[in-house]
């Protein structure tokens, strides 16, 4: 995760996902990290595995 400022424990923060790609159970997302003036903090994509039914 590419860390573009500090971060500090006890600051507030904003966070944002948004939904990049999907197959069948993989579902991969951009995540986003921002102060509340909306300073770019942090960005990291995830994959995510849905579990099966």
Known sequence: MPQL???YPDSPY???AWPIAHL???HTVGIALATPSG???AVAEALW???KP
């Open 49 to 51: 595995i849905q579990p």
């Open 39 to 41: 300073d770019l903090c």
């Open 14 to 16: 904003i966070s944002y």
């Open 5 to 7: 400022q500090p971060i």
């Open 24 to 26: 069948g159970r993989k």
